[in-house]
């Protein structure tokens, strides 16, 4: 069965201290994965794309990196702001048999940055 | 280029009433995908219509539906409403099929009492 699996399912943590959320993954065939940060009582939004040749994307203060060996990939954000509190939700995209792409989705990581 | 754009962004419901969700994708994207989305539970796909067609349904009972019109725009509509259909409400749209990156609206927070 296809899965995507994050963890940890919420953190907290000081304003200006880094943080690691992961996300492994068991769909098959993958075409790439996604990180998406969602806000409150909004839609989720793109942070970054990972396809199978890459290790290490960033944006901003966001660094994904991707283990396609191990299907696993990790979120990285350093120098937290609160602005950062939100939920933090992993994609991944695997090609259908009959065309198209599916997207399969984590269940997210709820992160609370505090003062 | 306006966003994704959910209607209403609010509602509160009866049980055992009907509720129908409008979706106005981005101009140009044909594809279009609802969630379902509560506490613990992640994002459920419900289903995915592209060129008015549905195209993939998720795990859910036939009281939920959909459906889309030529100009893309996508309505949801749920029937004999339950307390556990209580949920945020998420339509994605992608240019088409073939597209990973879904774009997101705001969502419609439906309430059932």
């Known amino acids: 069965k296809n899965q995507v699996e994050q963890s940890p399912q919420s953190l907290i943590i000081l304003e200006g201290k880094n943080c690691t959320l992961q996300?492994?993954?068991?769909?098959?065939?993958?075409?790439?994965l996604r990180w998406y940060k969602q806000d409150t009582g909004r839609g989720p939004v793109s942070l970054t794309i990972m396809t199978f040749s890459e290790n290490t994307k960033s944006n901003g203060r966001y660094t994904a990196t991707l283990d396609a060996d191990t299907k696993q990939s990790s979120l990285h954000i350093t120098a937290s702001q609160l602005s950062d509190s939100a939920s933090y939700i992993c994609v991944v995209s695997t090609s259908r048999a009959g065309g198209g792409n599916k997207l399969t989705f984590g269940t997210g990581t709820q992160l609370k940055v505090e003062l | 280029k306006a966003g994704v754009t959910q209607t209403p962004r609010y509602l509160i419901k009866t049980r055992g009433q009907q509720v129908t969700l409008s979706c106005s994708p981005i101009s140009g994207h044909r594809s279009v995908s609802w969630y379902q989305q509560t506490p613990g539970q992640g994002l459920q796909f419900l289903f995915e219509y592209f060129s008015e067609t549905q195209r993939n349904k998720g795990n859910f009972p036939g009281r939920f539906s959909g459906r889309q019109f030529s100009n893309s725009r996508s309505e949801m509509n749920v029937s004999t409403l339950e307390l556990g259909d209580s949920a945020l409400y998420l339509c994605?749209?992608?240019?088409?099929?073939?597209?990973?990156?879904?774009?997101f609206g705001q969502g419609t927070r439906l309430t059932v009492v």
């Open positions: 996300c492994n993954y068991t769909v098959s065939p993958f075409s790439n």
């Open positions: 994605a749209s992608r240019t088409g099929p073939e597209n990973t990156e879904a774009f």
